[in-house]
Each structure stands twice: as C-alpha cells, then as structure tokens.
C-alpha cells in the first residue's frame, strides 16, 4: 500500500479534511519557504490534527534545539532532512524516536538506518517533475516527491511503485492548499492501492 504524505499544511483550516481522509503524514515546513511555520504554529497544527496523522518536520538545516523540542513536546513523529546526513546525526535522531526521510542527491552518502529515502525535483516545492528514471533505491523503502498531483499520481505509483508519495504544490490553487486537490489526490491514491 502507498502512503501519502501531504507537506506544507500553514492554514489550520486544512486540517479538518486531513482528519476526515487521513493521509499517513503530513510534512510541516520548518525552513526557510512560502510554507514555513514556526514553532508555535507547528503546535497549533499538530493539536488540530488526528493523532493517527504523523507529522514531519522539514529543514534543511540540522538544527538540534528545534528538533529536540518539538520531539519532546511531541510535535513530530518523523524528520525529512534536505542535507547531507550524517551517520551520527541519524543516530542522535533515532534516540529521539524519530522516523528518518533521508532525503537522497548523488552526492550525498546514504544511509540505509533511515526509515526511508526521499526522491526529489532538484528544485523542492516548485512543482517541477521528478525525473522517475534518475530512481535507484537499491530496495530501500521510497518516497517519491517532486511535481506530483492528482492529474499524474496514477501514472507515478504504477511506474515507481513508491512507499510513499509526498505532494506539496501540486495540491495548491495560487499557493494555497486546495481542499478539492487533496482530496482527490488522496482519492486517487487510495484507488491505485485497490487495483495493485
């Protein structure tokens, strides 16, 4: 079965379809971006949200006070790391509890102690196409990401065959989280995992 991440929630709004369809994850962008929260709002979300939703801090920086707070404050379940991790990094991030999406790029070591490997565009969040054929996961369990959406999610599980899917822009109407594409993304999902 195919989870579904869903990144870049801001508006609490969005929450209550989240509950209703309840993807796996929902990524809250903690780095510089048009996404990003801070803490406080990453709180206000995190209570909002159905406590079967996982929630996903995204950096891109390794920033240990933030991620040890909203660890133990439990804010987060899992982190999605746009760097080049380190093996002591992964380490400390797993005394904490966390699931690791080790965001992978071919100059990057990868490290196989992470839950998952993250496929992305070059350009995160800009809503550009992943290249599906760059793909070489070695069997490690997989997050595809980059330039996903309703219209081209069928087509990208039946040719990656992902763990995961991760959808950011491609669930947006002017920046801004579209409650119709997001359930319809989800939908769509859901249906590609009865047919496989």
């Known amino acids: 079965m195919t989870k579904i ?10 929450t209550a379809v989240l509950n209703a369809l309840q993807p796996e994850y929902v990524g809250l962008v903690l780095a510089k971006s048009s996404r990003q929260v801070n803490f406080s709002q990453a709180v206000r979300l995190r209570h909002l949200l159905n406590t079967k939703i996982q929630t996903v ?5 390794f920033e240990p006070a933030l991620i040890r707070s909203l660890a133990e404050s439990q804010i ?40 998952y490997w993250l496929f992305d565009a070059p350009q995160p969040g800009s809503g550009r196409l992943a290249d599906w054929q760059q ?9 595809l990401a980059g330039g ?17 899917v991760d959808v950011s822009s491609g669930v947006e ?5 579209d409650v119709q594409k ?14 496989n």
């Open 173 to 177: 109407t002017d920046g801004k989280k």
């Open 135 to 143: 793909i070489n996961n070695q069997g490690h369990p997989l997050i």
């Open 76 to 115: 987060i379940q899992a982190v999605q790391l746009h760097l080049a991790l380190t093996k002591d990094q992964l380490t400390w991030l797993h005394r904490l509890g966390l699931k690791v999406f080790q965001v992978i790029q071919p100059q990057w070591p990868r490290h196989f102690a992470a839950e």
């Open 57 to 61: 801090a995204v950096l891109t920086t």
């Open 148 to 164: 996903l959406n309703p219209k081209n999610i069928v087509a990208a599980i039946a040719t990656v065959n992902p763990d995961m």
């Open 5 to 14: 991440k869903i990144c870049g929630i801001k508006d609490p709004a969005t």
């Open 182 to 195: 997001i359930s319809e993304f989800i939908r769509r999902v859901r249906n590609a995992n009865k047919t």
